[in-house]
T-cell receptor, first 111, second 111 residues
Framework: DGGITQSPKYLFRKEGQNVTLSCEQNLNHDAMYWYRQDPGQGLRLIYYSQIVNDFQKGDIAEGYSVSREKKESFPLTVTSAQKNPTAFYLC??????????FGPGTRLTVT | QKEVEQDPGPLSVPEGAIVSLNCTYS??????FMWYRQYSRKGPELLMYTYSSGNKEDGRFTAQVDKSSKYISLFIRDSQPSDSATYLCATRKGSQGNLIFGKGTKLSVKP
């Protein structure tokens, strides 16, 4: 089955800890994205990567970091510098010029 | 002015009704428009995309773009309880395939 997987589905962390969210795709897509979704806020772009070993900041990159060492994988680290990390995090990959396909999401709760 | 605006609703309709979901956008250079459906606690799924002006139909769904008024619409005919979800409009910004999303409209179809 082709698709995008995100793990885990739910994640709980204490304030001050870094946490890494996994995103894997077997669609052979070059471009991958990380979004954050908060109630009433829609989707906001954190980071994106057009190709392996390259990535760019999105609109709300502060407090986050990413890597893109393999085409299939685009992990997101939420650092302790992120002021409000509790949110629903969505990974996507793109085929063609604009069609993005999303994973199932990871709900992160930081207390 | 936000680049993409969408009424968050909620919108409640009886089963079988025709549903109209709408977004406005600010930049006349936008050409690609997408509609995503998102069930609660899931990732968004791509429903339809359109290019430039006109209509596109897929089963019970019709996407419409009016570039003169910068208005995009999604119509759902013979709505079903399974259509209950949040619907997100999106448009492509720039040449790198990045998307801008509306905040989403929550739809509830009552049996």
């Amino acid at each position: 089955d082709g698709g995008i997987t995100q793990s885990p589905k739910y994640l709980f962390r204490k304030e001050g800890q870094n946490v890494t969210l996994s995103c894997e795709q077997n669609l052979n897509h070059d471009a991958m994205y990380w979004y954050r979704q908060d109630p009433g806020q829609g989707l906001r772009l954190i980071y994106y990567s057009q190709i392996v070993n390259d990535f760019q900041k999105g609109d709300i990159a502060e407090g986050y970091s990413v890597s893109r060492e393999k085409k299939e994988s685009f992990p997101l680290t939420v650092t302790s510098a992120q002021k409000n990390p509790t949110a629903f995090y969505l990974c996507a990959s793109r085929t063609g010029d604009h069609e993005q396909y999303f994973g199932p999401g990871t709900r992160l709760t930081v207390t | 002015q936000k680049e993409v605006e969408q009424d968050p609703g909620p919108l409640s309709v009886p089963e079988g009704a025709i549903v109209s979901l709408n977004c406005t956008y600010s930049n006349s250079a936008f050409q690609y428009f997408m509609w995503y459906r998102q069930y609660s606690r899931k990732g968004p799924e791509l429903l339809m995309y359109t290019y430039s002006s006109g209509n596109k139909e897929d089963g019970r769904f019709t996407a419409q773009v009016d570039k003169s008024s910068k208005y995009i619409s999604l119509f759902i005919r013979d709505s079903q309880p399974s259509d209950s979800a949040t619907y997100l409009c999106a448009t492509r910004k720039g040449s790198q395939g990045n998307l801008i999303f509306g905040k989403g409209t929550k739809l509830s179809v009552k049996p």
